[in-house]
């Protein structure tokens, strides 16, 4: 290296331990250090008729969930679910909790994994990555899903007395469930293929963790919402249908409740927000320091 670059690297890196220091970078890195960045598939803003999650009651008995024109703003979505072997990156740092999955040398999702764990492998991998990471809503997950939504299947509950093709569809539908052959051997990301927006796998065998909390609705007699209380301590999954279960269930088939066969596996993937100025500053800064780090030796 010429005298004047070294003089120069070693300036900027004098220059840059002052904002090292404040925002806690240093000149090895804090964890395993994720080479390959994830793809993710860009989501367009959407409007979607949208059947909202939860319990819902009129004149207090069981009605079916109202179905609402959402618009969703654009969003970025991994294309594939968190893999298992992401996920281990997470625990060898010390992170997160091992999952609950068998070992494998295949390239398989992480499932046995709770709400808990989900949200401790989103802000480690944030952390990791100097951005935001984050689940994505459960109408963020639908919009993402396009025509392999599930939502909710038919309840017993929202038969309509004057549409009997509700109760028909209604049974089918759990006719079809039963004499699907159980399938819980997680298969390698990829297995389902893409769906018309470029997703991977949604809809398998592998159920995933949203943000958007349980919620016991009251309907007024026109249909219309007259009250709601969220239940945090209860998550929403989307897969080939809705579920529900509580934070700390890694285990589909153990608790919770849903519509419809239990969960068969459960896992996640995560939603990249938009990184504002201060953090985009703060990954120049990191990547300036490394480079100034790497030109002294």
């Given at each position: 290296?010429?005298l ?8 900027a ?38 059947p909202?999650?939860g ?6 008995t ?6 609402e024109?959402?618009?969703?703003p ?5 294309k ?11 625990v ?13 040398g ?13 949200e401790?492998?989103?802000?480690w ?8 990471w984050?689940?994505p809503?459960?109408v ?16 017993a ?12 569809l209604?049974?089918y539908?759990e ?21 018309t927006r470029?997703?991977?796998d949604f809809g ?9 909390c ?8 026109d249909g219309?919402?007259?009250?709601v209380?969220?239940n945090?301590?209860v ?5 080939r249908?809705?579920a529900?279960?509580?934070n700390?269930?890694r285990?589909?088939k ?5 519509v419809?066969t ?7 993937r ?8 201060i ?6 800064l ?5 480079s100034?780090?790497?030109?002294t030796?």
């Amino acid at each position: 290296m010429h005298l004047h670059l070294y003089e120069a690297a070693v300036g900027a890196a004098a220059a840059l331990a002052l904002p090292a220091a404040i925002i806690g970078i240093s000149g090895e890195p804090r964890g395993p250090s994720l080479h390959e960045v994830r793809p993710t598939v860009a989501i367009v803003e959407t409007v979607l008729d949208y059947p909202l999650p939860g319990e819902f009651l009129a004149g207090g008995t069981p009605a079916a969930a109202p179905v609402e024109n959402r618009a969703v703003p654009a969003f970025h979505v991994m294309k594939q679910q968190v893999s298992l072997a992401d996920y281990g990156l997470c625990v060898a740092d010390g992170a997160c909790d091992p999952a609950d999955a068998a070992p494998t040398g295949a390239d398989v999702p992480v499932t046995g994994v709770s709400f808990l764990d989900a949200e401790a492998y989103a802000r480690w991998y944030s952390k990791a990555r100097g951005q935001t990471w984050r689940l994505p809503s459960a109408v963020e997950a639908a919009a993402a899903a396009a025509e392999r939504f599930g939502g909710e299947s038919f309840s017993a509950a929202a038969d309509d007395a004057a549409n009997p093709s509700v109760r028909w569809l209604r049974r089918y539908r759990e006719e079809a469930a039963v004499k699907r052959p159980a399938d819980p051997e997680p298969k390698p990301r990829g297995h389902y293929g893409p769906n018309t927006r470029g997703i991977e796998d949604f809809g398998g065998n592998v159920w995933e963790w949203t943000s958007t909390c349980y919620a016991r609705t009251t309907l007024a007699a026109d249909g219309s919402i007259e009250s709601v209380t969220d239940n945090c301590g209860v998550h929403v999954l989307e897969g080939r249908h809705r579920a529900y279960m509580s934070n700390f269930v890694r285990d589909g088939k153990s608790g919770g409740c849903a519509v419809g066969t239990p969960p068969e596996n459960l896992g996640f993937r995560l939603v990249r927000d938009e990184d504002s100025m201060i953090a985009r500053a703060r990954n120049w800064l990191r990547g300036a320091f490394r480079s100034a780090m790497a030109d002294t030796v």
